[in-house]
């Protein structure tokens, strides 16, 4: 696998890293959707978590206040099914994504785990299919109530998906783990050292000929003054 197997285990452990930070951004963004209603342009914005929802009938966004669901008054009415399945999609998504992340760390520089390949597949597959149940959104109240346009937890929700695919994907492509390569890398690591016992023999090697040849040339000088 050489230099492509190091390309993609990188790949793949930057991409985990980078899926973790939207993921989390998608659970806590207040702009999942912009809800515009009428004449009035772009009310409110709604999350998963969290949004700019103060009395439980009209967004306001005046206030530039972004709270949790649980503190916004009346907010019963929106948490249907479609909202509080996407709400947990994307909770058990985060989580999958963890299992793929911690199980392809271990595996690459630590070591293995008990069937690794096996369970980054299903945590990648799983990670897919909780993260489209999300955008069972667009079948919630609010939606039915108010025009929904993405906001940036959209930008989150297709970059999260995007990562976690990517990294799921090319965790077959990286090169064995630290653990696998155990035996390579203790013969580099000798490989080395001998390399560097060579060059430090062929150094003193070389300093006693100096020593031998300006002897050598002393004792001439002296030879030819007798």
Do not use: H
């Not at 696998?1 to 951004?25: D, Q």
């Not at 998608?26 to 702009?31: A, F, H, I």
Request: glycine share 8%; proline share 2%.
């Amino acid at each position: 696998m050489g230099l492509v197997g190091l390309f993609f285990e990188l790949v793949v452990l930057c991409c985990c890293a980078a899926a973790v930070v939207t993921n989390s951004l998608l659970l806590s963004s207040c702009e999942m959707f912009f809800l515009s209603s009428g004449f009035n342009g772009v009310v409110g914005s709604l999350g998963l978590y969290r949004a700019s929802f103060p009395d439980g009938n009209q967004l306001d966004v005046d206030s530039g206040e972004c709270v949790t669901l649980d503190d916004v008054d009346g907010i019963d009415q929106y948490k249907d099914t479609a909202f509080n399945c996407a709400r947990v999609c994307a909770v058990v998504a985060f989580f999958c994504g963890l299992v793929l992340f911690v199980f392809g760390f271990f595996k690459q520089c630590l070591c293995p785990l008990p069937c690794t390949q096996l369970l980054m597949d299903i945590s990648g597959a799983a990670v897919q299919i909780m993260l489209a149940l999300v955008y069972t959104l667009w079948l919630t109240e609010a939606c039915n109530r108010y025009k929904c346009t993405y906001g940036d937890g959209g930008t989150y929700l297709f970059l999260t998906q995007i990562f976690w695919l990517a990294a799921s994907c090319f965790t077959r492509c990286m090169r064995p783990g630290r653990w696998e390569r155990r035996d390579e890398i203790r013969a580099n690591k000798a490989k080395k050292q001998e390399e560097k016992e060579r060059q430090q023999a062929q150094q003193a090697l070389e300093e006693e000929r100096k020593k031998n040849a300006a002897l050598e040339m002393e004792n001439q000088q002296l030879r030819e003054e007798a």
